[in-house]
């Protein structure tokens, strides 16, 4: 079983809905982050936070709003999204605050469709 | 340019069979990180490998086994005796420095391996 739990599995919205995803590790991680993952690609890095602080936004639209409210917890807020934002949304954790120091623990992503 | 090339987009083995997955790097660094992720249909990227560039000692892990060769770039990975379990999308990835000399990871595209029983 990961250790990374991720919710919604699944979400469905309109491009006027406000909703979020939610990400959460017991690790006692000091990073976490976001990646966006289309079809046959590569996950893309979106957000890091260290010490939930926002340390990397990897000019990522607005309509995307990150949020570490503790140690364990990371959200993302979604606000008048578009069709092409339908996509795996994996969350990640590891004890180093770059994703290419070491090893990434993931969730199992929640599939978004925008409408 | 940094670069992460998997050649094969796709590979369907029968259980049993060994399979190479091939991966060349990219990369004017010259110290460097590279990674192996598998993916397998629920979605999860789970790490296997992290190998420093210092470092070309070839490693084992049960039936997984990995051959890094600088003289060609290239950070292969081998399952022995493949299983049903072992299908999933694999992917390398190479750290590097960007524009801002902060460290990144560089994927590659990933190969879809089906082991079929």
């Known amino acids: 079983d990961t250790e990374v739990t991720q919710t919604p599995k699944h979400l469905v919205m309109g491009m006027t809905n406000k909703k979020s995803l939610k990400c959460e590790q017991h690790m006692g991680h000091r990073a976490m982050y976001w990646y966006k993952q289309k079809a046959k690609k590569p996950p893309e890095l979106m957000f890091v936070?260290?010490?939930?602080?926002?340390?990397i936004n990897e000019s990522v639209p607005s309509r995307f709003s990150p949020e570490c409210p503790n140690s364990s917890l990371l959200n993302l807020h979604l606000h008048a999204l578009q069709p092409e934002d339908s996509a795996l949304y994996l969350c990640?954790?590891?004890?180093?605050?770059?994703?290419?120091?070491?090893?990434?623990?993931f969730g199992e992503g929640s599939r978004l469709t925008v409408l | 340019a940094q670069k992460v090339t998997q050649a094969q987009t796709e590979i369907s083995v029968v259980e049993k069979e060994d399979v190479t997955l091939d991966c060349v790097y990219e990369t004017r660094d010259t110290t460097y990180y590279l990674f192996w992720y598998k993916q397998p249909p629920s979605g999860e990227l789970v790490f296997l490998i992290r190998r420093n560039s210092f470092d070309e000692q070839n490693e084992i892990s049960g039936r997984y086994s990995w051959n890094f060769q600088k003289s060609t770039s290239s950070f292969n990975f081998t399952i022995t005796a493949s299983q049903v379990v072992d299908s999933a999308v694999y992917f390398c990835a190479l750290s590097h420095y960007n524009a801002g000399n902060n460290r990144k990871l560089i994927w590659g595209l990933g190969t879809s391996l089906g082991v079929n029983p």
């Open positions: 936070y260290s010490y939930e602080k926002l340390s």
């Open positions: 990640a954790s590891s004890p180093y605050e770059r994703e290419s120091t070491g090893e990434l623990f």
